[in-house]
């Protein structure tokens, strides 16, 4: 009977690593010029989802999602902030990765990974060779894009955001990040110094530059749409002289618990698009200070391009945060929705290139 | 204030009527187990498991999270070796189970959970689990199941010592000790365990490369006293006080370059019991104090949070039985919990009141037994409704038993969702659910068969409805709403094969269930969920576990199988299915005085490379070596 038990024993121990050990694997692949259509960075789950691009062709209507790891085969990173694209290389800015992703925008492969960030949110190509990228360790840092290293940093206020370049001068919106800051740093590109900290009004958190050459700001105020709390402020819209760096024109949008966000400009730029009271509102360059006119509504707005070539709006839609979102694309002159596009979780930033 | 009066009034006649019956107790000496009453009555119609002993010895130096995600066929959501780790029932949510310690709830008022890797195995010797919903009998949140930890009373023991030690090879080291020992009116016991571990194993990255696990280190030191002191020959009189301290950094996920993340948890955990108990009667009141803390900082984001709990609990409970064959318990129970949490903008208070009842009858001769509980709770913020249940079991044919469950439970919002600033909702109502399972269990009659087996099939079904999920407001504020209702059902099975031939002893158990459990109302955000199967928990599930001794030598081998987990809620993504095998052997040297026991452990011996968790790296092949050294005073032996 001791045999018999020892056989047992043994016959259950092969047949439970037999069946124990049964594995399944699968593989994708694809061919396609991701430089001609639009990119879409969706920034993922937030705790600990990765980041994916989405890539649409507006003539076919053809969507392709996740194209990062497609081609690459891994993912991007934790919470994909941004993307821009500069010299025929897209650069995704990881955030919580604390890393820049570069591929090549026509195959999406991988060409390098920038590292040396503490919390990267925007990324702004100065010329062939370097880059500013946003950082909220209160920084812009310096980056070579021949070696793909971080070489310096610029000291900025709370929570550096969104830039812009007007000339050889950077224009860096300081929001404050996990608080509240109300501060434009402008840093002369040639020399990577701080040229002047302007004060603004709380939270600039879109700039975009005019036919004129004048500078537009949206400073969306203190406070969240929807959750009122005291020490709420008001939101401004407010016109900056590049060569003077001074506030030349400010205006009031919203009010304390209503606040605008983000700042886009039409291909004439002499329209001001931006996302205010669950849909996007539009205001003309030449009528400052007349009241913003609705374009569009729809709630849970998060992105916001403007299509110069086309005249389209392309916003997105972010659900619930935990689903795949969508990017809404409507007419800029009436507003009609012309189609949804499937993305991402978040869809956050959109490039459109043609 | 007229509720709280109402609890008083009733506390004082429960323990007025107390002080009358117990005039003419029995002088007969019962065992007392520190445990509320309720929990000590068989519950017909529930699908219980309880941990092999041997098995159980094997896993006394691992937190409670290894043990049971090993040992069990309980669901454990790990983020990481020494990472949060939660119980998921019945494709339920971790937030719907309970932890159980000696009948108090772990579970912390602000999360609504407790962290299994912080509660060291070996400080207990009577873990047990109850699947499906007893909101009824345990209060809040027991939706999906709850895991029992208890400490038995060593009254009339010898003096044992135990001294165990263990390393894992990737630098994690733990040392524990127990002394218990007991006359026929003391009986003590005390634990302490101590644990540095550096967590530095290798794993596959995303790129396919090997790297090591850094900023990973973890240590944590603990202290579980318990002494209790027989009044005279019906009243005995039980403390406890257990103390856990864990300092433990957070890896980064896959999806990071770096973190600098660190925890810090603080608890002081004390109860004190006392019991009388006649032939026929037993009444006891019961206290327990917790003061718990947790500091998390984040260095890369410039986070700093910390929140402290203090949690009091008291209940009174009365317990008579007749004829032999029925008996009634009542009870009432208030927990008060104070929190002082940086993202509350202030302290606040919830307080919690219930009153509850059951009736056990056995079914002569039949052999059938059902049990009625019922609940009220009490509470000034929220409607909590009436929690009935009825489960009854017994024989079908000799070797085949029915069992049959109905429950309604509940789940009050957990602080966080009412005081979270911004965010917090103090509107939600309560969760609610009504579950329904059927079981059987085929046990052959044994006679003289060598392998004695048992084969137990239950189906449950499982109807939430508001249950409660963050939702989005803007990007930087989420909110707590009522907006799912969910419907989880499926079917478990076990089948348990026992030879014991000599000296020999062999025991398989082997566990499959299947577990859809799938989102139902929605609106117009949550429309992509309906029917899609809720994130992490697997449609299939199997484990097994196969313990062989002869002799002095014992081995086990430990199998698990997870399915394919959707990670998002729409289904658009999962993580593949998973297989984990370790294997255990051993040695026994034995004295009249002393028990060495040297162990030995391949953790994943198929070196399988698996999240459990999106992005958590898991450890592949590694190896643990445990050395456990008894000594008794006056051993049987």
């Given at each position: 009977?001791?045999?018999?038990?020892?056989?047992?024993?043994?016959?259950?121990?092969?047949?439970?690593?037999?069946?124990f050990?049964?594995?399944?694997?699968?593989?994708?692949?694809?061919?396609?010029?991701?430089?001609?259509?639009?990119?879409?960075?969706?920034?993922?789950?937030?705790?600990?989802?990765?980041?994916?691009?989405?890539?649409?062709?507006?003539?076919?209507?053809?969507?392709?999602?996740?194209?990062?790891?497609?081609?690459?085969?891994?993912?991007?990173?934790?919470?994909?902030?941004?993307?821009?694209?500069?010299?025929?290389?897209?650069?995704?800015?990881?955030?919580?990765?604390?890393?820049?992703?570069?591929?090549?925008?026509?195959?999406?492969?991988?060409?390098?990974?920038?590292?040396?960030?503490?919390?990267?949110?925007?990324?702004?190509?100065?010329s062939?060779?370097?880059?500013?990228?946003?950082?909220?360790?209160?920084?812009?840092?310096?980056?070579?894009?021949?070696?793909?290293?971080?070489?310096g940093?610029?000291?900025?206020?709370?929570?550096?955001?969104?830039?812009?370049?007007?000339?050889?001068?950077?224009?860096?919106?300081?929001?404050?990040?996990?608080?509240?800051?109300?501060?434009?740093t402008?840093?002369?590109?040639?020399?990577?110094?701080?040229?002047?900290?302007?004060?603004?009004?709380?939270?600039?958190?879109?700039?975009?530059?005019?036919?004129?050459?004048?500078?537009?700001?949206?400073?969306?105020?203190?406070?969240?749409?929807?959750?009122?709390?005291?020490?709420?402020?008001?939101?401004?819209?407010?016109?900056?002289?590049?060569?003077?760096?001074?506030?030349?024109?400010?205006?009031?949008?919203?009010?304390?618990?209503?606040?605008?966000?983000?700042?886009?400009?039409?291909?004439?730029?002499?329209?001001?698009?931006?996302?205010?009271?669950?849909?996007?509102?539009?205001?003309?360059?030449?009528?400052?200070?007349?009241?913003?006119?609705?374009?569009?509504?729809?709630?849970?707005?998060?992105?916001?391009?403007?299509?110069?070539?086309?005249?389209?709006?392309?916003?997105?839609?972010?659900?619930?945060?935990?689903?795949?979102?969508?990017?809404?694309r409507?007419?800029?002159?009436?507003?009609?929705?012309?189609?949804?596009?499937?993305?991402?979780?978040?869809?956050?930033?959109?490039?459109?290139?043609? | 204030?007229?509720?709280?009066?109402?609890?008083?009034?009733?506390?004082?006649?429960?323990?007025?009527?107390?002080?009358?019956?117990?005039?003419?107790?029995?002088?007969?000496?019962?065992?007392?187990?520190?445990?509320?009453?309720?929990?000590?009555?068989?519950?017909?119609?529930?699908?219980?498991?309880?941990?092999?002993?041997?098995?159980?010895?094997m896993h006394?130096?691992?937190?409670?999270?290894?043990?049971?995600?090993?040992?069990?066929?309980?669901?454990?959501?790990?983020?990481?070796?020494?990472?949060?780790?939660?119980?998921?029932?019945?494709?339920?949510q971790?937030?719907?189970?309970?932890?159980?310690?000696?009948?108090?709830?772990?579970?912390?008022?602000?999360?609504g959970?407790?962290?299994l890797?912080?509660?060291?195995?070996?400080?207990?010797?009577?873990?047990?689990?109850?699947?499906?919903?007893?909101?009824?009998?345990?209060?809040s949140?027991?939706?999906?199941?709850?895991?029992?930890?208890?400490?038995?009373d060593?009254?009339?023991?010898?003096?044992?010592?135990?001294?165990?030690?263990?390393?894992?090879?990737?630098?994690?080291?733990?040392?524990?000790?127990?002394?218990?020992?007991g006359?026929?009116?003391?009986?003590?016991?005390?634990?302490f365990?101590?644990?540095?571990?550096?967590?530095?194993?290798?794993?596959?990255?995303?790129e396919?490369s090997?790297?090591?696990?850094?900023?990973?280190?973890?240590?944590?030191?603990?202290?579980?006293?318990?002494?209790?002191?027989?009044?005279?020959?019906?009243?005995?009189?039980?403390?406890?006080?257990?103390?856990?301290?864990?300092?433990?950094q957070?890896?980064?996920?896959?999806?990071?370059?770096?973190?600098?993340?660190?925890?810090?948890?603080?608890?002081?955990?004390?109860?004190?019991?006392?019991?009388?108990?006649?032939?026929?009667?037993?009444?006891?009141?019961?206290?327990?104090?917790?003061?718990?803390?947790?500091?998390?900082?984040?260095?890369?984001?410039?986070?700093?949070?910390?929140?402290?709990?203090?949690?009091?609990?008291?209940?009174?409970?009365?317990?008579?039985?007749?004829?032999?064959?029925?008996?009634?318990?009542?009870?009432?129970?208030?927990?008060?919990v104070?929190?002082?949490?940086?993202?509350?903008?202030g302290k606040?208070?919830?307080?919690?009141?219930?009153?509850?009842?059951s009736?056990?009858?056995?079914?002569?001769?039949?052999?059938?037994?059902?049990?009625?509980?019922?609940?009220?709770?009490?509470?000034?913020?929220?409607?909590?409704?009436?929690?009935?249940?009825?489960?009854?079991?017994?024989?079908?044919?000799?070797?085949?038993?029915?069992?049959?469950?109905?429950?309604?439970?509940?789940?009050?919002?957990?602080?966080?969702?009412?005081?979270?600033?911004?965010?917090?909702?103090?509107?939600?109502?309560?969760?609610?659910?009504?579950?329904?399972?059927?079981?059987?269990?085929?046990?052959?009659?044994?006679?003289?068969?060598?392998?004695n087996?048992?084969?137990?099939?239950?189906?449950?079904?499982?109807?939430m409805?508001?249950?409660?999920?963050?939702?989005?407001?803007?990007?930087?504020?989420?909110?707590?709403?009522?907006?799912?209702?969910v419907?989880?059902?499926?079917?478990?099975?076990?089948?348990?094969?026992?030879?014991?031939?000599?000296?020999?002893?062999?025991?398989l158990?082997?566990?499959?269930?299947?577990?859809?459990?799938?989102?139902?109302?929605?609106?117009?955000?949550?429309?992509?969920?309906?029917?899609?199967?809720?994130?992490?928990?697997?449609?299939?599930?199997a484990?097994?576990?196969?313990?062989?001794?002869?002799?002095?030598?014992?081995?086990?081998?430990?199998?698990?199988?997870?399915?394919?987990?959707?990670?998002?809620?729409?289904?658009?993504?999962?993580?593949?299915?998973?297989?984990?095998?370790?294997?255990?052997?051993?040695?026994?040297?034995?004295?009249?005085?002393?028990?060495?026991?040297?162990?030995?452990?391949?953790?994943?011996?198929?070196?399988?490379?698996?999240?459990?968790?999106?992005?958590?790296?898991?450890?592949?092949?590694?190896?643990?070596?445990n050395?456990?050294?008894?000594?008794?005073?006056?051993?049987?032996?």
């Amino acid at each position: 009977m001791t045999m018999k038990v020892s056989t047992l024993f043994s016959i259950l121990v092969v047949l439970m690593m037999v069946v124990f050990s049964c594995k399944k694997e699968d593989s994708t692949s694809g061919n396609t010029d991701y430089s001609k259509g639009v990119m879409i960075s969706n920034e993922g789950p937030y705790l600990s989802g990765s980041g994916t691009v989405t890539w649409f062709n507006p003539d076919t209507k053809e969507v392709k999602q996740d194209i990062f790891e497609t081609v690459n085969g891994k993912p991007l990173g934790n919470i994909l902030q941004s993307m821009d694209l500069h010299n025929g290389k897209v650069y995704m800015v990881v955030n919580n990765a604390a890393k820049i992703e570069v591929a090549d925008a026509s195959t999406f492969k991988s060409t390098a990974t920038i590292t040396g960030f503490s919390l990267p949110r925007y990324f702004l190509g100065i010329s062939d060779t370097k880059a500013y990228v946003t950082d909220w360790a209160n920084v812009v840092d310096i980056v070579n894009l021949e070696g793909n290293t971080v070489t310096g940093t610029i000291p900025t206020q709370t929570g550096p955001d969104l830039m812009l370049k007007s000339g050889k001068f950077v224009f860096v919106l300081n929001d404050g990040g996990f608080s509240v800051d109300s501060t434009i740093t402008v840093i002369n590109s040639d020399n990577d110094q701080v040229v002047k900290t302007l004060n603004v009004y709380n939270r600039p958190t879109g700039i975009v530059e005019d036919a004129a050459g004048k500078v537009w700001v949206m400073c969306s105020g203190k406070g969240y749409n929807d959750f009122p709390a005291d020490g709420d402020t008001k939101g401004y819209l407010i016109r900056l002289d590049p060569a003077t760096q001074t506030i030349d024109l400010t205006m009031e949008i919203g009010d304390e618990h209503n606040h605008a966000e983000k700042l886009v400009i039409n291909s004439e730029k002499n329209m001001l698009y931006f996302l205010f009271n669950r849909g996007v509102y539009r205001l003309n360059t030449a009528f400052a200070g007349a009241e913003p006119e609705r374009v569009l509504s729809h709630d849970r707005l998060n992105a916001l391009t403007y299509d110069g070539a086309n005249n389209i709006i392309y916003t997105s839609d972010r659900m619930d945060f935990q689903q795949a979102g969508w990017v809404l694309r409507y007419q800029a002159s009436g507003g009609a929705l012309i189609d949804s596009i499937p993305a991402g979780i978040v869809p956050g930033c959109i490039v459109v290139t043609h | 204030m007229k509720k709280g009066f109402i609890v008083c009034l009733l506390f004082w006649a429960l323990t007025g009527l107390a002080q009358h019956t117990f005039t003419d107790s029995l002088h007969l000496l019962k065992p007392v187990e520190i445990q509320a009453l309720r929990l000590n009555l068989p519950a017909p119609g529930a699908h219980t498991e309880s941990i092999d002993s041997a098995m159980f010895w094997m896993h006394s130096n691992s937190s409670m999270a290894k043990l049971i995600s090993d040992l069990s066929t309980v669901m454990v959501r790990s983020y990481g070796t020494g990472g949060l780790s939660t119980l998921s029932f019945r494709g339920t949510q971790t937030n719907q189970s309970g932890i159980f310690w000696n009948g108090f709830n772990l579970n912390q008022a602000n999360l609504g959970m407790a962290d299994l890797s912080e509660i060291p195995a070996f400080f207990f010797n009577d873990v047990n689990i109850q699947f499906g919903g007893s909101s009824s009998v345990l209060g809040s949140g027991i939706i999906g199941g709850s895991l029992q930890l208890g400490n038995q009373d060593f009254f009339s023991k010898p003096l044992t010592l135990t001294l165990s030690s263990s390393a894992i090879s990737f630098h994690n080291y733990s040392l524990a000790f127990k002394a218990s020992a007991g006359s026929s009116k003391w009986s003590f016991s005390t634990s302490f365990t101590g644990n540095s571990d550096r967590n530095d194993f290798k794993y596959r990255s995303l790129e396919d490369s090997y790297k090591r696990l850094s900023h990973a280190m973890s240590s944590g030191l603990g202290m579980l006293n318990t002494l209790s002191y027989r009044l005279n020959s019906a009243q005995t009189l039980t403390m406890a006080v257990w103390a856990q301290h864990t300092d433990k950094q957070i890896p980064a996920t896959l999806v990071m370059n770096s973190s600098k993340q660190r925890q810090v948890d603080k608890a002081l955990r004390t109860s004190l019991q006392w019991t009388r108990v006649s032939a026929v009667q037993q009444f006891q009141v019961r206290t327990a104090w917790f003061s718990e803390s947790q500091h998390y900082t984040n260095g890369l984001i410039s986070l700093d949070n910390t929140y402290r709990l203090g949690t009091w609990c008291t209940e009174g409970e009365y317990k008579r039985q007749f004829q032999h064959n029925t008996s009634i318990s009542a009870g009432i129970t208030y927990r008060m919990v104070k929190a002082d949490i940086t993202d509350y903008h202030g302290k606040r208070q919830q307080d919690e009141a219930a009153l509850f009842a059951s009736l056990l009858h056995i079914w002569k001769p039949e052999g059938w037994s059902s049990r009625l509980n019922v609940r009220q709770d009490l509470d000034n913020s929220y409607h909590i409704p009436f929690c009935p249940s009825f489960g009854t079991e017994g024989p079908l044919t000799g070797n085949l038993k029915l069992r049959l469950l109905i429950s309604r439970n509940y789940r009050i919002p957990t602080m966080n969702d009412r005081f979270w600033l911004p965010g917090g909702n103090p509107d939600l109502l309560p969760e609610s659910s009504w579950n329904e399972e059927a079981g059987i269990d085929w046990q052959p009659a044994q006679n003289d068969r060598l392998v004695n087996v048992l084969f137990r099939l239950t189906a449950y079904s499982i109807q939430m409805k508001n249950m409660i999920l963050w939702e989005p407001f803007t990007s930087d504020i989420w909110s707590p709403v009522n907006i799912q209702e969910v419907w989880s059902r499926g079917l478990e099975s076990s089948l348990q094969a026992k030879i014991d031939k000599s000296d020999m002893h062999l025991l398989l158990i082997v566990a499959y269930s299947y577990s859809p459990s799938t989102y139902q109302g929605s609106n117009q955000l949550t429309k992509a969920y309906e029917g899609k199967q809720l994130i992490y928990v697997p449609l299939n599930k199997a484990n097994a576990n196969l313990r062989a001794s002869a002799g002095k030598y014992f081995g086990l081998i430990n199998g698990s199988w997870s399915g394919k987990r959707y990670v998002q809620q729409d289904n658009e993504k999962a993580l593949p299915s998973y297989t984990v095998l370790n294997l255990t052997v051993g040695r026994e040297f034995i004295s009249s005085l002393s028990n060495t026991r040297l162990q030995f452990e391949i953790q994943n011996l198929l070196n399988t490379k698996f999240q459990a968790v999106q992005y958590y790296p898991e450890p592949g092949i590694s190896f643990m070596f445990n050395l456990t050294f008894t000594i008794h005073k006056n051993p049987k032996k």
